[in-house]
């Protein structure tokens, strides 16, 4: 499938934000955050209406290590980014976000061995494909 997802009205679903943030991981427990990442948490956030998609990149300790990497702190320590793209209504989407990530903490479905040292909202200004993408931009 190609392009922006549709809701149930059959109108394309187009993020309106990116809800990004730079997660740092104790030693030790990248395997069950990595699990609990990809079979739990990111899984639960698509029963949000207004979650369009989501996405995972790690800082791998090789990259960590290279000359290039000049993160400072806070953000020296992280190891992933996630992006979670969001649908207007935007208001609406982040409260359901928020609350679901309440929700899912106080019922012990949050990854305790992890720190969060930057996340928010991000506004889509603009979007573009390349003209040999099999997709339209926004």
Not at 121 to 138: D, I, N, T
């Amino acid at each position: 499938m190609s392009g922006p997802l549709p809701d149930t009205m059959g109108a394309p679903l187009r993020p309106a934000a990116g809800f990004v943030s730079f997660t740092e991981v104790e030693p030790g427990a990248h395997r069950s955050y990595n699990e609990w990442h990809l079979f739990d948490h990111l899984p639960e956030q698509y029963v949000l209406p207004g979650i369009v998609g989501g996405q995972r990149w790690v800082r791998t300790p090789a990259l960590a290590a290279s000359a290039g990497s000049t993160a400072t702190p806070p953000l020296d320590r992280v190891h992933y980014v996630t992006l979670y793209l969001l649908a207007a209504p935007l208001d609406v989407t982040l409260t359901d976000f928020f609350h679901h990530g309440i929700a899912l903490a106080k019922a012990g479905r949050f990854h305790q061995q992890r720190t969060s040292h930057l996340a928010g909202a991000l506004r889509v200004e603009s979007a573009h494909a390349a003209p040999a993408a099999a997709v339209q931009p926004g």
